[in-house]
Structures are given as C-alpha cells and as structure tokens.
C-alpha cells in the first residue's frame, strides 16, 4: 500500500520564495483574505485532510471499486464518509464567491488542495474535481438564477457536477456530437442522447448531480458550430433547489478499467431530461472550454501526483533493499549487498521522478496565477489576456506533465525490480491510475495539435512570442548577474534552438500540412522540456540565493541544486532528440501505404 506524506516544505518553497503568492495576491481583490497565515493554515489543514482521511482509502478504492446496481452506484467503502467530511470542512467552495457559499479565496489555493488530494487519492479527488469544471463553467456563463440555484449548491457540496462531451462515435472530435436539444414553450429543453465516459456521473455522495451536457438545438450548423451546452439535474428541483421528482437521466453502466477504480466512469443516458441552456445557443463549445481548460489544469496535476507519489513511496524501498556492491566501494558493509539507492541507475530514476515532480509543481503554480487573474479580471481585456496566457500553457502543462508522471510511476515500479509489479506494495496502481491521465480532457496528440495549431501559428506566434521572451529575459538577466549562470545559458541556448526549430517546422508545413502533424508531439515535448528549465533554473537560483544568505535549511537547498544539476545535465537534453525529430522528413511517418500497414 502507498502512503503519503504532503511535501508542504515544497509547497511553501514554491509559494512563498519561488513565486511570491503574497505579492501576487495583493494585485487581486481576492487575495485580500490570503494573507500567509491564512494560506499556511490552509494548506496544512488539505495536507492532514490528505494523509488521514485520504490516502488510506487509495487501496480500497482500487480493490473494491464502484459498484453498479439497477441504475445506482455505490463507491468503495470510507469514499462518502469521506465526502461529508469534506463537505462539512467547506472545502468545496474555497475558492468560489462569497454570494454563491463559497470562501472567495483565490483560484489558485484550490490548485494547492487538488494537489494535495489528487496525490493522496485521485480517484475520490475526481468526485470534487468535476463539480469544480461545473462550478467554474456556471458562474462564467450562468445567469444569476442559475448560479443562485446551481452554484451555491455546488459550493455547498450538496450536490455535484459533471462534464458530459463524449458519445461513443467521437471525444477528440466533438464535431460529431449527436445528442439533441427540444426546445419548449416554458423555455427550457428536452435533451436526448448518450454519452459515455462520465467521470462521477453516478455515485452515492450527494443528493444531485448536475450534469453540464453537450447537445444540438433543431436546425443547429453541422460541427462544432452547432452544439450548446446545457445543465440536466438528475432530480429536478423547485427554485430553492427543493428536489421534485427524477429526471429523465440515468446511468447505464460503469466501466471496467485498468485504473481509477475508485471512481465511477459512467455511461449516462438522457431520455427526454430536461435541461436549461447554459450561455448562448450554437456557443456551447467555446463555453466548455472554460470547463475544459481548468479541467485540463487539473489533469496536469495528475501527471504532477503520479511523480510525487511515485518518488515518495520508490525512496523508502531504494533505502532498504540490499543489492550487490556498490561500483564505488563498500557502503553496507553490515549487509550481504549495498542498498539499491547507491546504484547510479536508481538513483537516475528516482532523481527522474523527482525532477518532473518539484519541476511540475512551479509550472503549475505558476499557471494558477493566470488563472486567479482571469476569474478575477475588472476588464473584458484583462481577462482575454489572461485567459490567453494560460491558454496557451494548458496544452504543455496537461500534456508534459501527465506524460511525465506516467514515466516516474514507470521508473517507481522499476526501482523495486519484480516487487514493483505486485500489488502489494501499490506501485502498480500509481501507474495504472496515472495511465489514463495523457488520454482523458484532449489525449496527447490532440494537446499537441492544439499547442502548435491554435496556439503558435493561428495565434500568429503571439503568445509563443511572449512565452520566449519572458525566457530570454529570465536568461540573458541571470547569465550576467545571477548564480547559476550555466543554467542561464542553457535555457538561452535551448530557446534560441526552439526558435530555430519552430520556424523551420512552419515553412515545411507551408510545403506539407502533415509536416505539422508529424512533429506535434515532439514540439510539444520540447516545448515543455524547456518550460520545465525555465522553472528550474528560477528554483536554482532561489535556492543558492538562500545558501548564500546562510540560515535554515542548508540541506532542502543542497537538494533543490542537486536536482536542479540533474534536470539540466539528463533531462532537459532529451529535448534535442525531440527537435531532431520534429525536423525529420515528413515522409518518414506519412509514406507508407494503407495497404503496406497490412503487410506483414
Ligand atoms: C476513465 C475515463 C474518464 C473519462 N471522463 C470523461 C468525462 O468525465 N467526460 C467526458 O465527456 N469524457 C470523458 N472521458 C472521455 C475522454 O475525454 C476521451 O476518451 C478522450 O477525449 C479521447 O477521445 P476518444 O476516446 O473518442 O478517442 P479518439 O478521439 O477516437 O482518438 C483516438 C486516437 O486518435 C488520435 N487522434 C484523433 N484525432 C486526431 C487528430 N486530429 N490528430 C492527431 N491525433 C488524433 C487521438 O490522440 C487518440 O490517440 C473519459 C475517458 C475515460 C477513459
């Protein structure tokens, strides 16, 4: 079984001397009650949340699983006593207004919870964590009613929420969305169709779930210009949010998966439910992807927990596991073997997921910042631009980030040889929980399409222009005054050659719009190599700052150079390998025949 212990020193390194959180929350109205004291208590209240209601439900929750009976599920056992807790904690509307129920704490101390949750137990964090994408959707888009009603409920806890896009035909091309949308006389709608692959679209926690559904009104345009988004309770209720009756929603079946157990992946079926338009009619795409977005963010943060769990529970075992001597002299002279952690090759993989771990966490936080200036925009301007900034991010961070937890759970199982394929000690769950994490909210390719796509070319290199040059500016600032000059350079260096690659890349395609495609994934793993150096070498230079100054803490940031050295000198050079792809011919991937893929 895993356990898990917070890495709130990490947190507050990040928070407090990586990003300054404090300064930051005073440039936003609802920074105003996150004062630190306010921020550590916190965090540290979602951390014992975490280790002691949380994590020991993770291996219950993947042995037992959800249970589907006549249309009811019901979560593995200690998910919903779990649940009230949260509830009654006020957890749920950290970060939403005051007006709705919710604390009006800024967005980015609930990205702190997910992590803390989503680390400890993803499975149960996905429950939250979905009504959160509704919650944000609703008060982006909802008119006043519809938050009254909705929102505060959501924020209560009471009830929760859903995102319904995929039907069996399509989920990367929403495009072909089927189900149907009647509009009647009381102004509201008769929605009809089915989707799969609900995440908590039926469990026992609450007492309704809103679903926030994909559909097409009579006469809609073919694509994704013709879909609206709507909200389909499962009871309808009077405006006080008093239940009625059931709606015309049930769940079909749950899946049986290869991970996540803990959490119910539901086929729902809309037979006539009624349902209100949420923002306006044939827009419903572009109001997802509010949802999406932050649902994306939140997906990173499972690329970011699979790293961290992975790391934490590989170490004890790499301490304790005795294995032939050491190639640098005897270190357990006691023992018939040295331990495994004296092997340069687990140490690779332990530092591995520990790079992508500390590294992911400051990219995402760093993001969270976007998205507190977002929600808490005073301008139509203001809030474009910081929605384009985190826009463009999204697809590094959703897609790098799950890519990279996936490889640390791998290098997890790996460091305790055959051990790490049992069950017992929770190794393999970590990586098949994680498995899903680069499929679900845009799989990998499609992350990668939409960064190079929508993001750099379509975007006329605006923000990717932006982007660099907040790297330059880092670099070119430190190469001349800073203490990890080499680490300076390097990221100058990396971003010079990302330019050189980019432009090349874009005048192929000119040529050959599959040039585009072939090189997606590997311009998306460069791109978030070097967001992840950018980090880096801001950590590095925080962290020999503090040793300069002398003080506490000498050895939290030894360790933090020493993983900053290991990230520049083995992993942030796998980033050529990507640019060396991403230039390669064409031809290389689109020649070959459909016929010829048969023949074997
Ligand atoms: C456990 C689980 C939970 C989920 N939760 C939810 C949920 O809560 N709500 C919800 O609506 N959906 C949910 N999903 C659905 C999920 O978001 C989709 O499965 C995902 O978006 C991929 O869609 P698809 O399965 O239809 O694959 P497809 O779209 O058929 O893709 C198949 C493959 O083709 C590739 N591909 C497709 N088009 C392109 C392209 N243009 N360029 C390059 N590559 C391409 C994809 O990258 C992928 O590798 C969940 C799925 C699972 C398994």
């Keep these: 079984m895993t356990v898990y212990k917070a890495p709130v ?32 208590a916190i965090t540290n209240e979602a951390a014992k949340f975490a280790e002691e209601v949380l994590s020991p439900l993770n291996q219950i929750g993947d042995e037992q699983g959800c249970q589907w009976n006549d249309g009811e599920v019901t979560t593995p056992e200690g998910f919903k006593e779990a649940y009230k807790l949260w509830v009654e904690g006020g957890w749920q509307g950290l970060s939403h207004p005051v007006e709705y129920g919710g604390q009006g704490l800024p967005m980015s101390m609930g990205l702190i919870k997910s992590e803390l949750v989503g680390t400890a137990n993803w499975s149960w964090g996905m429950y939250p964590g979905l009504s959160l994408g509704a919650m944000n959707t609703l008060y982006v888009h909802g008119t006043e009613e519809q938050k009254q009603l909705y929102l505060s409920k ?21 495009g072909q969305m089927r189900s149907k949308a009647e509009p009647q006389e009381d102004g509201s709608y008769r929605i009809t169709g089915t989707k799969i692959f609900i995440s908590a679209g039926e469990h026992d926690f609450a007492e309704n779930i809103i679903h ?14 013709g879909i609206s988004l709507f909200i389909v309770p499962k009871f309808n209720t009077t405006e006080d949010g008093t239940i009625t009756d059931r709606n015309g929603v049930r769940c079909g079946s749950i899946e049986h998966k290869m991970g996540i157990h803990g959490n119910a992946t539901c086929v729902i079926n809309f037979d006539s439910a009624t349902g209100y338009m949420l923002g306006q009619e044939n827009e419903g795409l572009n109001a997802m992807f509010t949802f999406m977005n932050t649902a994306r963010i939140g997906t990173a ?23 032939m001597r050491s190639l640098s002299g005897v270190k357990n002279p006691d023992k018939a073997g040295d331990a495994i952690i004296h092997h340069p090759d687990v140490r690779r993989m332990l530092l591995t997921a520990r790079a992508f771990a500390e590294g992911g966490r400051a990219m995402i936080y760093d993001a969270a910042k976007y998205s507190d200036r977002m ?70 390719g499609i992350q990668a399409m939409d960064l190079i796509g929508r993001k750099v070319v379509l975007d006329g290199f605006k923000l990717y222009g932006g982007f660099c040059k907040k790297l330059y500016k880092f670099g070119f600032k430190n190469l001349i005054s800073g203490k990890r000059r080499c680490y300076s350079a390097k990221l100058i260096g990396y971003t010079l050659s990302w330019n050189w690659h980019t432009i090349k890349m874009v005048a192929r395609a000119s040529r050959n719009r599959d040039a585009v495609g072939a090189a997606s994934y590997d311009f998306l793993m460069y791109s978030g190599y070097l967001s992840m150096a950018y980090y880096w070498a ?11 100054e002398g003080g506490d803490d000498k050895a939290f940031y030894e360790a933090k150079l020493e993983t900053a050295e290991f990230y520049f000198s083995r992993l942030l050079p796998r980033a050529k390998g990507h640019a060396g792809c991403m230039n390669s011919s064409t031809d290389s991937v689109m020649a070959m025949t459909l016929d010829r893929f048969t023949t074997r």
């Design 154 to 174: 959501l924020c209560e806890g009471t009830w929760t929420g859903t995102m319904c896009l995929t039907e069996a035909h399509c989920g990367s091309d929403l």
């Design 375 to 444: 929600v808490q925009a005073e301008t139509q301007a203001d809030r474009d631009e910081a929605e384009n900034e985190l826009g463009f991010l999204t697809p590094i961070l959703k897609a790098f980030l799950t890519e990279t937890g996936l490889e640390s759970a791998s290098n997890a199982m790996q460091v305790f040889g055959g051990h790490g394929f049992i069950k017992e000690h929770g190794m393999e769950q970590i990586y098949r929980d994680a498995r899903i994490a680069t499929m679900y909210e845009g799989t990998t």
């Design 9 to 40: 020193r990490d947190i507050n390194f990040v928070i407090n001397e990586l990003l300054d959180f404090n300064a930051h929350y005073q440039t936003i109205p609802a920074g105003a009650e996150a004062t630190p004291d306010m921020v550590e």
């Design 212 to 225: 926030i559904v994909l559909a097409r009104t009579p006469g809609a345009p073919e694509g994704t210009k």
């Design 538 to 548: 801001m950590m590095a230079e925080v962290a020999a700052s503090k040793l300069a």
């Design 301 to 323: 943060i499972q690329g970011l927990a699979a790293s961290e769990l992975a790391y934490q529970n590989a170490l004890p075992y790499a301490l304790d596991r005795y294995s």
